[in-house]
């Protein structure tokens, strides 16, 4: 059974920092393209950072010099370094993989100016 976790998430101000993690079981996080989504109130879910299985990478341009991805193949486990966090990072973040096959449930950030 294919299981994604994700954590870490929470209310934070304005100019700080957030680490989300994803953990997986029943597929692997080196198999397939990567990310990260969100979606805020009333908007479209969106990428944050992908990774294909190629190792081509997408930032969002609104994330760009703020956020980045790593993994952990050994912990199986993605996350997501934010910094210098704004209110209108404020979403549900969800982690993807497995070729964007497989979805977390999310977890909610929210940034307060």
């Known amino acids: 059974e294919v299981q994604l976790q994700a954590s870490g998430g929470g209310l934070v101000q304005a100019g700080g920092s957030l680490r989300l993690s994803c953990t997986a079981s029943g597929f692997t996080f080196d198999d397939g393209a990567i990310g990260w989504f969100r979606q805020a109130p009333g908007k479209e879910r969106e990428g944050v950072i992908c990774?294909?299985?190629?190792?081509?990478?997408y930032y969002a341009d609104s994330v760009k010099g703020r956020f980045t991805i790593s993994r952990d193949n050994a912990e199986n486990t993605l996350y997501l370094q934010m910094n210098s966090l704004k209110s209108e990072d404020t979403a549900v973040y969800y982690c993807?993989?497995?070729?964007?096959?497989?979805w977390g449930k999310g977890t909610q950030v929210t940034v307060s100016s």
């Open positions: 990774i294909s299985g190629g190792g081509n990478s």
């Open positions: 993807a993989g497995g070729g964007m096959y497989y």
